[in-house]
């Protein structure tokens, strides 16, 4: 049974920072691209950020590019999303995702529909107060 757990989540004030994490159990993470989605009250879901299987190609949507940077380490089954500069907008719940890697690439997994994923997180809030 796949199962992806988020943390790192919480309330922080805007110009401050956040490392979301993910860990990932049940596949085996070089077979999946991963990445970070979110979805704030009202709006559909985005896609943040993701990345290959072995991470050398990352896709960061344009609103969090220079501020966000995604990462993985395999051998610990980890997905991380260090968060910069955070902006009241970026208040959101964050989910992680995984696709099998033959479906997309970074990108298009990112600009993917929710049902194209293989496996999410159940998600972690982030607030950000102004």
């Known amino acids: 049974q796949v199962q992806m757990m988020e943390s790192g989540g919480g309330l922080v004030q805007a110009g401050g920072s956040l490392r979301l994490s993910c860990t990932v159990s049940?596949?085996?993470?070089?077979?999946?691209?991963m990445g970070w989605f979110r979805q704030a009250p009202g709006k559909e879901r985005e896609g943040v950020s993701c990345i290959s299987w072995n991470g050398g190609i990352t896709y960061y949507t344009d609103s969090v590019k220079g501020r966000f940077s995604i990462s993985r380490d395999n051998a610990k089954s980890t997905l991380t999303l260090q968060m910069n500069s955070l902006y009241p907008e970026d208040t959101a719940t964050y989910y992680c995702?995984?696709?099998?890697?033959?479906?997309?690439?970074?990108?298009?997994?990112?600009?993917?529909?929710?049902?194209?994923?293989?496996?999410w997180g159940q998600g972690t809030l982030v607030a950000v107060s102004s």
């Open positions: 995702a995984a696709v099998y890697y033959a479906k997309f690439s970074a990108q298009g997994m990112c600009e993917g529909a929710p049902n194209d994923m293989d496996a």
């Open positions: 049940g596949l085996r993470p070089e077979d999946y691209y």
